[in-house]
Structures are given as C-alpha cells and as structure tokens.
C-alpha cells in the first residue's frame, strides 16, 4: 500500500500548442505556469494541468476520454460564460443525486466538465 498525499499534475495531449495556449488561458481562464515550445502547465485549482505534444516525443497522438472536472461555483452560470465565448457543450446540463454537470472538449478532444457536488464546501 502506498501514501498518496495529493494529485501533483494531469496531463492533456495536443497537436497545436497556440491553440490549446489560447483556449486554457484565454476561454477557460486558467493561469499559465510554464510555457514551452512543446509543453505548457496551467494552475487549475490545487492541481497542475500539463499540456504537452506528443509528436515532441516521437509519439501517436490520443485525445483524453477519461477528462477532468473543474469544480466551479455556479455550473449553469460558467456554462453561458463559456457558451459565450463559443464553448460547445455534449447536451443539457446533468444533475444527478450527488452533483450537477456539464461536458465539453478542449479543440484536440479532450473531455473537461463543469461540476459542482450538492456538498461542496
């Protein structure tokens, strides 16, 4: 068994590192940490998000299926945000029993979802 202590980083793939700069700073709002030719870390929250393409490293690209959820305050109210700004979403916003969510893509594909637990401090 092993002491996990916190999530340090993800990591999304891109083939176009302009594009998929302007997207995360400019649409989405998160802070640039690090800036590359190849590869770029954004602050999300408490976690880095690593974007990297992966042609630098001689490898087949693969957009993330698995995504990330970036818990926001108000779901409905970052939805129009990002509407506004020409983010298009998979559907109707979902609630289930325990959150509320909304799904999108980052232009390379990789799932991202608004969502907000009912018990969220």
Known sequence: MIEVEH???LSF??????R??????????????????DDMEFRAGQVTLDIFNPASQGQPF??????????????DAARAAL?????EFDGETRETSVCRM?????????????HRRFDAE
């Open 20 to 37: 998929a700069k302007h997207f995360y700073s400019e649409i989405l709002g998160l802070e640039l940490e690090s800036d590359g030719d």
């Open 83 to 87: 509407e506004a700004k020409g983010v």
């Open 13 to 18: 793939l891109t083939r176009d590192i302009p």
């Open 102 to 114: 909304a799904f999108f893509h980052d232009p390379d594909g990789n799932l991202l979802m608004l």
């Open 7 to 9: 999530v340090d980083f």
């Open 62 to 75: 693969a957009p993330s299926l698995g995504g990330m959820a970036l818990r926001v305050p108000d779901v």
